[in-house]
Every structure is written in C-alpha cells, then in structure tokens.
C-alpha cells in the first residue's frame, strides 16, 4: 500500500519537484544498506539520512512541507518492500579515479573489491603503464575504477615524470568525472621520516585543491606486524592508525592551504594470508571487514554528491579540469567596487582635492595678501626669544604657511577652472598658459662633478644622482615594507607611475606595482582613460590586474560622473571580472553633495553577482573637515555600511578622525564595530619631534612589558590551577 501511495505521487507531477527525487534517492540508499547487508545503527548512515532530511526541509516550499516530511519508517517499508520484489530495478551506480605512488596496492584493491583478478599487479615492478577503466558489478551494482600509472616517489629527478603522467589523467578526466577520488598510502611505511608534500603539492596545482574535498584517503597494508614503541612495549594499533592517518592529513592540509579539511579514511588488506570472519570476509586487527566498509564510504558519498546536484547546492564539487579551486567572495568584490575612484584631472593626475571648497574659497577676499609683513628671525634671534615669544612667533608663522598654501590652490584651482570655460567656448587659453605650452620640456641640468671618495660610501649622494630631471613622465618609487627582513631598508618592490594627455580632453594614467620576496611574486596595476566633456559629464574606463596565487585576476570597470549641481555629483559604474570559466558582474550608484565648505555627504549602492549568487550592499558617509581644509587634512568622518549575501546581513559602522595634535605631531584614529560584536580599534602616530618620537617608544615598550607581565601571570595561574 505504501509502495502504491509513494508511486501514484510520481505520476501526478509531470515533473517532479526536488523533494520527491530525495526521497526516491532516500529510499534507493536504504534498499543498497539492506543489499550489502549493513546496519542503519552505523554513525555514518545516520549522518547521511540526517543530511538528506536537512536538505529536502531547506528547498522544501511551503506546498511540499507535508511531503518533506516523509518519516523514515514509511521509507524504511517502501524499501523493503521494493527491495524484496527486485523491483523497480535498482539503477545506482558510480565511478572512483584511484591515485596514489607505484606499489602501494592501487590495483590489488581493485581486484579485491571484485573478488576476482580484473587488473595486472606484480609485486617487483609497476603494473599498470596506462590509464584504463576497469568495470565489474558488485550486488548488482555497477562500479567503474579509473586506474591510473603510480605515481613515481617525490624527487628532483621525478617531478617532470610525475607531472606528465597527472596531466594525462586531466586530460582523461575531461571525458568523464569521476564521483570520487581514492588517493592510497601504504600504511606500514609511514613513519616519522615520510614526507610526500612535493607530490601532494603537485596533484593540488595540477586538479586544483577542490580535488581533496571528494578524496577517500585509502591505507593499504594496514595487517603488517607493529614494531615496538621507544619504551620496549607494544604499539597499539589504533594509536599507531590515528598518527600516521594525522601525519598524511597535516601535509594534505599544507597542500591546500585549508586545516579545516577532513578526509574520511579506511584500512585496507589484500594479503590473501589475511585473516577473515566466518563469511570469509577479510578482517583486520580491529575486527573491521574493510570491503563493506569501503562499499558503505563509496555509497555514502555518491548519494551526497547526487543530493547536491538535485538541490543546486555551491558546495557541491568537480573533480577534473577546472583549475579554479576557490571563487572569490562576493561581499569583498562588493565593497572593493563601492570604494570611491579618484577622477582623472586635467593635470592628468588624480587628484583627491574636492574642488567645491575651492570654488567657495575663492569668492572670498585674499587673506594673505592683507597680512602685514613679518621679520623672519635668525636662530640665534630666536634663541633669545622667551618661551611665550617662541611659541606666538611659531603659531604666526604656522598662520602664514597655511594661507599661502591655501592661496597658491585657490589659483590653480581658478586657472583651471579657466582652462575649461575657455575650451568649451572655443577660444584660446591666457596667454601665461600658450606661452607655457609652447616652450615645451625643460632640458635635463647636468649638475657639475664633484669629487669621488676613496672608497664606496652610500650616504654620499655622488653614486646616487648625476643629473636633475626635471620632464621625466614616469614616476619611480620604492615600496617600502615595514615589517621587511629580506632588506636592511625594507624594500621589497617598486611602484610606476605615468599619466599624460592623449588628445583634447582625454586623459590616461597608468600605475603598477610590482612586489618580490623569497616565494611569492605579485603584481598590481590600473590602467584608466576619462574623457571630460567641459561643462558635462565625464566617462571612464579602466582595468586593473592584480595576481592572486599564480594566477592574474582582471577587473574592467567604466563610470559616468556629473555634476547636477555646484555641490551635487552623481556617478554610475559598471564591472565585469572573469575569473576562471565564471564572470561576476557588477553595477553601482553613488551620490556625494556637500554642505557650506565643510561638511560633505556621501551615499553609494550597489550589486555583485554571479556564479548563481549575489550580493548587495551600500554605504552611507559623512565628513565634517577641519577648518584649514584642503591644506590640513584634518576631519571626522562616520560611515555606515551593510552587505548582504544569501540572506546573511552584516551592518558595520566606522569612525574615523585626522587631527593634528602639535606642530610636527599628527594623529589618525578609527575604529569599527558590526552587528556580530567584531570591530578594531587603530591609532596611528607620526611625528617630527624628538621628544614625542621617544614617548611613542617608551609607551611601545611599557605596553610590551605590561602584555609580558600578564601572560607570565596567566601561565602561572594555569600551573597551580593544575
């Protein structure tokens, strides 16, 4: 009656929905525990029929709640029921690449499952020279091996040889995947010499790290005598099992750079001297019939492998030719394509000055051309001064500075500003700017020689600068890294910069760097193009290229900016990154406005999405700036952002301030919190002066002595707790 109910159900639907292929998938792997005679009281059936319940209940929709619901008993009837008849017939069946060194039993365990010699094996010399799929039913169920050549041992003078006999097997896995991977060790040569991670490493670069995440670790010769422990006493053989099990996981771990990676591990005997049960099945020293157990592992897999495939699951995995193990996360491409872009100026910089308050500074009256002149005091003038004397003549001088400098940006910012009104209407620059522009590059000064010290000295500026360049459009600079030890000086790369004008209104830049240390080797660089319509919008393109592992991730991104109103700009972006045979595509909005010269407000949102995924997020920011801004860059910033993906939301906030605590003395803190109680706290100190320099470094020290202090004290309360 159950059987009748369950198949009349099949027949209503046209096409069945998720949750009725689970629970005939559910039923089949009940009918194989049943077949191969194996309990549902095994840990591992328990877990896999509590996974097969969890997913049906996640894509269930609401009119199929009562059908995912389906108890284990009704399946558990319709089972023995389906399983008695021989009907329907049972039409399971999966495939196993096997990999592994030469001689560890690959081809032995093979003839072992079918219980009759179907490949080559000889104990003096490697077997199987080719790849071959060897296809045998075992009750009644069709099991296909991918046997492969044995991997030679990890040396020099084996790794091109290893390396072509994998790729072979990529190459023969583009034909058909294989439901799982059984990579074979022999467990009575493990010891605490043995290191295969040159070959580990090298089948991870070849299939990817995805590889291991459907990989059966397979220990043969696991009968072998134990030898006796350093203390003269017998090994125990499950101890002896867990560590050499945990020493192949510690190096697979290191391969792909993953610890949180667990693979299932079974025993295995081939000797036909091994013992066996009543049934002649062959034991191990645990008592474990092995075959049943490899069977049950095989199936188990399987079944998860085809619940993923019928739930659309991201974390169901492929085994074979693609050589992307990870894909990026959506919510990092998000926030890196919200990050405000710095437009291209017309002195073919970027420039990150906002030209609203310039605009707004230059209706008002000139400051520094009012100020009365001041007597600039020798030192020994100053050094009689009295201490309140020093510190007024300091402050007016300070005064000074930044109105000059806020004037010299007033007149580039009006000479620009210029520049552009008389291009849009069509008439010729002043004629400070033609005449400028026809007098072309400076030549190169050769600065006179100067006398060469006996020996080499590299704080003499001799054998550093012959000439003084003053046209050079490429700017080179070091890249310094503080926490450096390859160098004295840290620097481990060097950062390229150029930027020119292509044609009228069009504008190019180019920046690169390039960074190296003893392993690693990587590279990023932007390449954009603006065309600025006087008076109109401005359209951008670009592309970046940044290396991830050994590979190059590009990024394309274009833009449109326009300002709607003096202190409204609004901009719109696309992004297309492809990384492996995926692209993510992105789109965002963004709107800046600001208030008097002070005070600006920043709102931006956007979508990442692809590989069947995506991600929203947004943020939302305001900046109260310092009084002598642009000159001093001082603010207070509070920012708002929140990112969502899979219906998982994370809001954050970040607060953030510049301020310059002296003269020569500037400090930067910020600080952000998100709604899962994880935030940082961060402050930076620079300083010109003596004495702060060395109260930083008496409070780094005292803090390092303070964090010394309390671990020794939790160490010693640990002790006695003991």
Not at 263 to 273: Q, S
Not at 377 to 391: A, E, I, N, P, Y
Not at 690 to 706: D, G, H, N, P
Request: hydrophobic share 35%; with cysteine.
């Amino acid at each position: 009656m159950g059987e009748d109910s369950f198949q009349s159900d099949f027949r209503v639907d046209e096409k069945p929905s998720p949750v009725v292929k689970i629970e005939a998938l559910q039923i089949t792997f009940l009918r194989l525990l049943k077949r191969f005679g194996l309990s549902e009281d095994n840990l591992l059936v328990s877990k896999v029929l509590y996974r097969i319940q969890l997913a049906s209940l996640i894509r269930a929709r609401e009119s199929d709640l009562k059908r995912a619901n389906l108890k284990i008993e009704r399946a558990r009837v319709i089972a023995a029921e389906q399983e008695a008849a021989g009907r329907p017939q049972l039409d399971f069946s999966f495939k196993i690449l096997v990999l592994g060194r030469t001689g560890v039993g690959k081809s032995s365990t093979i003839n072992s499952i079918f219980d009759q010699s179907r490949a080559a094996t000889n104990a003096f010399k490697p077997a199987t020279d080719h790849i071959q799929e060897i296809v045998g039913t075992v009750n009644g169920i069709r099991v296909s091996f991918i046997d492969t050549p044995g991997l030679l041992p990890p040396s020099p003078s084996n790794i091109r040889k290893n390396k072509k006999i994998l790729h072979s097997v990529k190459r023969y896995l583009r034909k058909q995947t294989p439901d799982m991977v059984l990579y074979f060790e022999r467990l009575d040569l493990i010891n605490t010499g043995y290191s295969d991670f040159p070959l580990l490493k090298l089948i991870t670069e070849v299939f990817g790290p995805a590889i291991w995440f459907n990989t059966i670790l397979v220990m043969t010769h696991s009968s072998f005598n134990l030898r006796e422990g350093t203390n003269g006493y017998p090994v125990n053989y499950e101890s002896f099992v867990t560590t050499c099990t945990d020493l192949v996981q510690h190096y697979i771990h290191q391969a792909v750079s993953d610890t949180k990676l667990e693979n299932p591990v079974i025993l295995v005997e081939n000797d036909p001297n091994c013992k066996t049960n009543n049934a002649g099945e062959k034991i191990l020293p645990n008592g474990q019939v092995w075959k049943s157990q490899l069977l049950l592992l095989c199936i188990c897999t399987k079944v998860l492998s085809d619940v993923n495939t019928l739930l659309d699951f991201e974390d169901s995995l492929k085994v074979g030719p693609s050589n992307v193990g990870r894909l990026p996360s959506l919510p990092h491409l998000l926030s890196s394509f919200l990050k405000h872009r710095a437009q291209i100026r017309h002195s073919g910089a970027e420039n990150e000055i906002d030209e609203v308050s310039l605009l707004v500074s230059d209706d008002e009256d000139d400051e520094y051309d009012q100020l009365p002149p001041i007597r600039i005091l020798t030192k020994s003038q100053f050094g009689r001064l009295s201490g309140s004397q020093k510190k007024d003549y300091l402050d007016e001088l300070d005064y000074r500075e930044t109105l000059y400098l806020k004037k010299q940006l007033i007149e580039e910012a009006r000479r620009q500003r210029e520049k552009r009104v008389s291009s849009s209407e069509g008439k010729a620059a002043p004629d400070d700017e033609s005449d400028n522009q026809q007098e072309g590059p400076p030549e190169p000064v050769l600065l006179p020689d100067m006398a060469i010290p006996p020996s080499f000295d590299s704080d003499c500026p001799i054998h550093r600068y012959r000439c003084l360049i003053t046209s050079e459009q490429w700017l080179a600079r070091p890249v310094l890294d503080p926490n450096g030890w390859d160098h004295d000086v840290s620097f481990d790369g060097i950062n390229l910069e150029s930027s020119a004008e292509i044609r009228k209104n069009i504008f190019a830049s180019v920046n690169g760097q390039m960074s190296k240390d003893k392993q690693d080797f990587s590279i990023q660089s932007e390449f954009a193009a603006a065309f600025t319509n006087p008076g109109g919008p401005t359209y951008a393109v670009g592309l970046d290229v940044q290396s991830a592992n050994k590979e190059l991730i590009c990024t394309i991104h274009s833009n449109a900016k326009v300002r709607n109103l003096r202190t409204n700009v609004t901009e719109c972006g696309i992004s297309v990154i492809p990384f492996g045979d995926k692209y993510f595509l992105g789109a965002k909005c963004e709107d800046s406005f600001t208030i008097g010269k002070r005070l600006k407000f920043n709102v931006n949102a956007g979508r990442m999405g692809g590989a069947g995924q995506a991600a929203y997020g947004g943020s939302f920011v305001a900046t109260l700036r310092g009084r002598d801004y642009p000159v001093r860059n001082e603010s207070l910033s509070l920012s708002m952002t929140v990112l969502s993906l899979n219906k998982e939301m994370v809001l954050s906030g970040n607060l953030q301030t510049d301020f310059r605590v002296s003269r020569g003395t500037n400090m930067s803190v910020s600080a952000n919190l998100n709604n899962r109680k994880m935030g940082q706290v961060s402050i930076k100190t620079s300083s010109s002066e003596r004495m702060e320099i060395a109260f930083i470094a008496l409070f780094s020290i005292a803090r390092a002595l303070l964090r010394r202090k309390r671990n020794d004290q939790l160490i010693e309360d640990s002790l006695e707790a003991r």
